[in-house]
């Protein structure tokens, strides 16, 4: 019980740990996307038989969305595939549905040159009837489907893709001949384009007040764009009644960016004042479009950079629809699922995957901040703080914003693997000299930040900053300022320690092992001992440890240890004493394993090795009552673990985003006079405050600290070290 509590506690520190300690989130957890987006439009969903049937299924339907469309249901060829014979079976059922669940539907769609009811062209003989016998064929269709369903429905895709896509325009081009804007459907060769106009007579005298919308594919594609915006101008100021514009949304995670979605949707509203996103989903290849060129495929993972390639993509179109709420009315995903995907499952294209479990997608879309949406960061950005020499980014802001920019001519994608909490990494954007950059979608936590570029699913280094160890390898690393950093600047009136590298050899590891000794100012100086003799000055010992993918470095470095010592001496808050930072054993630890973790190996290198070690070769007061320890994460484990299983080596015990104390768990009370825990705001504070409350009430000398506005980051244990040394060895 008591170690799963501990890896409870250590899970806690961090959800987005959770994962990667092999724990499912569920990001379904918290409202439905509908209700996320009250104040700005309905948010709808494709259905097929199954979603409505399914339980599981329509549980997700009525939680998640406000609008629902029949996939295929509803379809000309599906719902009257001959003259006189209607197929209302699942279409009733999907209508029902909603009628008994209060959802709105959009109808789609009225008239379409795919799944058409191709029987309107031709005669009982098969020969081609005239327009006008076409018209009265349509006209009865679209009445008798809007008025058997109008009751539910908000909104008709009346003429669905009836014009020509960019790579038409040039097929069959003939010298001389201007290329018709238009499909070359069958309803066009009959009728030209009033076929379009008529189909929208029919569904206004059918529903009156229902919405009517022209509904296509590729709309950001600048010339279908236009073709679109001259055909709908043209059709309303001849009067037909066409209210908005629908968008199908067929991207993928490479395109468009928003800067084309914004330019289509600036043009639609300069003709129509509602537009649609009809069909959205994105898939993981370069194909776009409502036609399907690469074929499906079996259903293989996603690598984890385009999961978060996507995550983006749609994180940056739903900030593009949110910002035209005046004209964006409904956005609905084609499809509950990837496994009812169009684009086969191989796509991975909706937020819930084939098991119908919401991805991290579906929490990004939803948590969304609306103040962020509409701050524009400060353009106060400096170069930061722990980049190479001469390097110019990454930079940051005043407000904690960070700036990133990689050249990569020929790269797809690349990604930064910081950003908002939550999400997957910043993804940059490519201009047209094959530099990449980008800005974080919101300011960082202050302080430290490891983080490493993905580029085309290739983990690398960015090139402007230093490295630094963590996550099991040398990463690069961000200084986000924040207002109290003096206690670990670097003062240049005062005196300094020093930190050396010290070598011992581990027999029970079998090979040399390696410490980082800060060693405050004077180290060495004659002092008159007890005795009255001279002596060197001896002093405490810290034994400090890193988390999980660090090592004996990441104190000294990114923690700046020596600094916040130095400063703490400097300013007589502290006694001097020696800080050593060891490499902890934590490398080799396997995810998942947290229940098992028992750190026998480290309390063995460092009581039987290490200890002894630093006490011959420095001028240490080798007792328990000037020997502390103390570590971060995952060291904080270490020090849990070895603090109560050997009381009689330290004397004081530090816990930092490393778990909690419970009074029962301390066997021998008397073995500890002080306890420090501590973690930031964004962890488990109220662990922490409980914790502490309980071991003052049992009689210990406890302390605790909780880092505001930090998470699982280094300054909230710079800030844990600069509290407890105060308290350390008194
Ligand atoms: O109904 C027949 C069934 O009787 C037969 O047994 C089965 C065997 O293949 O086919 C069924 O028809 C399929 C139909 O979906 C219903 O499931 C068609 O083969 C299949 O081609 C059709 O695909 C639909 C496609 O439109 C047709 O173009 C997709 O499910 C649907 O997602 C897709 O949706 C379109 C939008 O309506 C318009 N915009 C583009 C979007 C994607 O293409």
């Known amino acids: 019980m008591k170690k799963i509590f501990l890896a409870l506690s250590l899970v806690a520190v961090s959800m987005s740990a959770s994962a990667q300690w092999g724990r499912p989130v569920d990001y379904a957890a918290g409202p439905g996307l509908k209700d996320a987006y009250k104040d700005y439009f309905t948010i709808g969903v494709a259905v097929n038989k199954f979603n409505i049937s399914d339980p599981v299924q329509t549980a997700i339907i009525k939680k998640q969305f406000s609008s629902v469309t029949a996939e295929n249901a509803w379809k000309p060829g599906e719902i009257h595939p001959k003259e006189g014979v209607w197929n209302f079976g699942l279409a009733d059922s999907i209508a029902n549905f909603c009628r008994e669940n209060g959802i709105k539907m959009r109808g789609h769609c009225l008239c379409w040159h795919s799944q058409f009811a191709d029987w309107m062209f031709t005669d009982k003989k098969g020969k081609p009837v005239k327009k006008e016998v076409f018209y009265q064929r349509l006209r009865e269709h679209i009445h008798t489907v809007v008025n058997r369903y109008k009751d539910v429905v908000y909104a008709w895709d009346v003429v669905n893709e009836a014009m020509a896509d960019d790579n038409m325009m040039f097929r069959g081009f003939r010298p001389g001949v201007k290329p018709s804007p238009y499909r070359q459907s069958r309803h066009f060769e009959l009728c030209g384009d009033e076929f379009i106009a008529k189909a929208f007579e029919f569904a206004r005298e059918a529903d009156p007040t229902g919405v009517l919308i022209y509904n296509d594919y590729s709309c950001v594609d600048e010339g279908k764009r236009e073709r679109i915006y001259n055909m709908v101008k043209k059709m309303k100021d001849a009067g037909v009644p066409i209210d908005g514009i629908g968008m199908q949304g067929h991207y993928n995670i490479y395109f468009p960016d928003e800067d084309q979605l914004e330019k289509a949707i600036n043009r639609f509203s300069e003709i129509v004042n509602i537009i649609h996103i009809t069909e959205l989903d994105l898939r993981t290849n370069t194909e776009s479009g409502g036609q399907l060129m690469f074929s499906r495929g079996e259903a293989k993972p996603l690598p984890a950079y385009m999961q978060t390639l996507q995550e983006d993509q749609y ?78 980014y990454p930079m940051v802001n005043s407000e904690g914003y960070a700036r990133f920019r990689v050249e990569a001519p020929d790269a797809k994608s690349v990604i930064v693997s910081l950003g908002l909490g939550g999400r997957g990494g910043t993804v940059l954007r490519k201009d047209k000299n094959g530099v990449w950059t980008g800005t974080t979608d919101g300011p960082m936590d202050p302080g430290f930040h490891y983080y490493h570029l993905t580029i085309d699913g290739g983990v690398f280094n960015d090139p402007g900053t230093n490295n630094y160890f963590g996550s099991c390898r040398w990463e690069s690393g961000i200084e986000i300022p924040v207002a109290d950093q003096d206690f670990y600047a670097y003062r240049k009136d005062i005196n300094h320690g020093n930190i050396q590298q010290v070598t011992f050899w581990s027999e029970s590891t079998g090979k040399m092992q390696t410490a980082n000794v800060y060693l405050p100012y004077g180290y060495g100086k004659m002092v008159k001992g007890k005795n009255g003799k001279m002596t060197q000055e001896r002093y405490p010992v810290l034994y400090l440890q890193h988390g999980w993918g660090e090592n004996e470095t990441s104190w000294p470095v990114q923690g700046k240890a020596g600094l916040i010592m130095d400063n703490l001496i400097a300013d007589g808050k502290i006694k001097p004493f020696i800080v050593v930072m060891a490499y902890g054993l934590t490398n080799d630890f396997k995810f998942g394993t947290i229940g098992r973790f028992e750190a026998k190996e480290f309390e063995k290198l ?8 630093i006490d011959k070769n420095f001028l240490t007061k080798a007792d328990k009552w000037n020997r502390a320890m103390a570590g971060l994460s995952m060291g904080g484990m270490e020090t849990k673990l070895i603090t109560l299983r050997r009381p009689e080596v330290f004397g004081y015990w530090g816990l930092l985003s490393g778990g909690t104390y419970m009074p029962e768990e301390i066997k021998a009370p008397k073995a500890v006079k002080y306890i420090f ?27 605790g600290l909780v880092s505001e506005g930090t998470a699982h980051e280094f300054l909230t244990w710079r800030r844990c070290l600069e509290k407890m040394a105060q308290s350390l060895f008194k």
Do not use: Y
């Not at 191989?346 to 579906?362: G, Q, Y």
């Not at 460092?606 to 070690?613: F, V």
């Not at 501590?678 to 302390?703: H, R, T, Y």
């Open 315 to 392: 994180a940056r179109l739903f900030k593009v629809f949110r910002k035209h709420k005046d004209v964006i009315k409904n956005v609905t995903f084609w499809n509950l699922s990837d496994k009812d995907s169009w684009l086969g499952t191989n796509n991975h294209p909706l937020p819930f995957d084939e098991n119908f479990k919401a991805k991290r997608s579906l929490q990004i879309i939803r948590d969304f901040d609306p103040v962020l949406d509409a701050h524009q960061p400060k353009e106060d950005f400096v170069p930061n703080s722990m980049n190479q020499p001469g390097q110019e």
């Open 606 to 613: 460092l009581i039987d090795e290490l200890i002894p070690h």
């Open 677 to 703: 825990e501590g973690c930031g705001d964004k962890e488990n504070p109220e662990g922490i405050n409980k914790s502490v409350e309980a071991l003052k009430a049992a009689g210990f000398k406890a302390e």
